[in-house]
């Protein structure tokens, strides 16, 4: 599709003002995964449980993905980016203010029900203002970002989303173990009221093109999903994103358990493998995006990507105490940079070849078939740990999908 030269002051400030807002809220779906250990022990359940709660944020996800489209037309990309923000901010509080005095609550009968509903409604309220964000982003980008630069615009944009979880993964931590990881989510919950008020600043410029009078129905919330899936490209992008993403969660919910649990790595030493990965993956997204749009087909490029993240993923199942920290730390930030890096090329392609003016809308559409791979993903995971005690299998198991997609792509590349 085509759109209007730009200005280029105009194209900076959505693309701060989308990145800002990924990056928040890719900090307060990550948070969890990152505090597990801590959390897992003062609340006396499984950190492996993490893969539930993981899963359960994608449920939220994929719905409000879904149902996005027809609330960005009515209420603009900003309006429904803020909503998505607050949502974050209030999901996120219900572990601290949900489990207040609840140490040990997994232990009877009734308070382990009372604690599975707290996590469970916080992971789903939280997935619902995950899901829309990067559907209401395309929206603003694809009519802001230059023609010959859209991968890596928006694959910038899409460095959020690894950048929130190194901050997470850098941050948190060390807050945690200082004042505890019920105050470090509160502050976390704070960050998001302050970034839902400074993006109120761009609402006229970006939300000018809102349509109050728009109708919100069914029809309306699955006739996107309808174009993707009659469209050979379309439902072929958003497959990929479904397999990659998979592999990607695991790899973000994972990591720091097993440095930590399985190879008996600090909680600060596993967080910072785990931000060596999300730093590999904002410089996977930036550059993978300038190749894309210069030297190499997107296509080639995802399937390449696809087929390097699969052999990442196995070196990762072979970590023991016979590897040093440098080389864990290098696999770990080539994994990300692969595993974590494809987002913006798949994204952009996405927005691309949707009808015109309808880029949000089957954006949201894609990006349900793509959170349905991060909702089974990590629980998945969570199964093959469980079942076999240990998390090697997993990573075997995701890299073999990523390894299969990516070998796909790059055979029916000319197709």
């Known amino acids: 599709m085509t759109t209007a030269t730009p200005r280029a002051g105009t194209a900076a400030v959505a693309l701060a003002i989308t990145l800002a807002i990924q990056i928040y809220t890719a900090l307060a779906a990550t948070a969890t995964a990152v505090l597990a250990p801590e959390i897992a022990r003062d609340l006396a359940v499984s950190p492996k449980l993490v893969g539930v709660f993981v899963g359960l944020i994608y449920v939220g996800a994929a719905i409000s993905s879904l149902a996005s489209g027809a609330f960005i037309v009515r209420h603009g990309s900003i309006r429904v980016s803020q909503a998505c923000v607050l949502l974050c901010a209030t999901g996120i509080l219900a572990l601290p203010l949900g489990t207040l005095g609840a140490p040990g609550a997994g232990a009877g009968a009734g308070g382990g029900a009372a604690l599975a509903a707290v996590l469970a409604t916080g992971a789903l309220v939280i997935g619902c203002g995950y899901g829309p964000i990067t559907a209401a982003s395309s929206h603003v980008l694809v009519r802001t970002a230059p023609p010959n630069r859209m991968a890596l615009t928006f694959s910038i944009k899409q460095t959020g989303v690894p950048a929130g979880a190194a901050l997470a993964g850098a941050a948190l931590p060390g807050l945690a173990v200082a004042l505890g990881w019920r105050p470090t989510i509160e502050a976390v919950a704070v960050l998001g009221l302050a970034i839902a008020v400074v993006a109120q600043a761009t609402r006229a410029t970006f939300d000018a093109d809102r349509r109050p009078q728009e109708r919100l129905s069914l029809a309306a919330t699955i006739a996107p999903l309808r174009t993707v899936l009659a469209d050979r490209t379309l439902i072929g992008l958003a497959l990929t994103g479904c397999t990659y993403a998979a592999t990607q969660m695991c790899l973000m ?46 296509r080639t490029m995802l399937g390449l990507l696809g087929i390097a993240s699969g052999l990442c993923a196995y070196a990762t199942a072979t970590f023991d105490a016979t590897w040093g920290s440098g080389a864990m730390l290098t696999v770990c930030a080539v994994f990300g940079g692969t595993a974590i890096g494809w987002n913006g090329v798949q994204l952009s392609q996405v927005a691309r070849h949707a009808p015109h003016g309808q880029a949000g809308s089957v954006t949201g559409a894609a990006g349900f078939i793509t959170f349905t791979g991060v909702v089974v993903g990590p629980p998945l995971f969570a199964l093959l740990a469980g079942v076999t005690g240990s998390y090697r299998v997993g990573f075997a198991a995701f890299g073999t999908l990523s390894l299969a997609c990516g070998a796909w792509l790059l055979a029916t590349r000319g197709r």
Do not use: Q, Y
Not at 256 to 283: C, D, H, P
Not at 292 to 297: E, K, L, M, N, R
């Open 253 to 298: 919910s994972f990591l720091v358990v097993f440095l930590a649990e399985g190879l008996g790595r600090s909680l600060v030493a596993a967080g910072l493998a785990l931000t060596v990965a999300n730093v590999g993956g904002i410089v996977g997204r930036i550059v993978w995006g300038a190749v894309a749009d210069h030297f190499v087909p997107p």
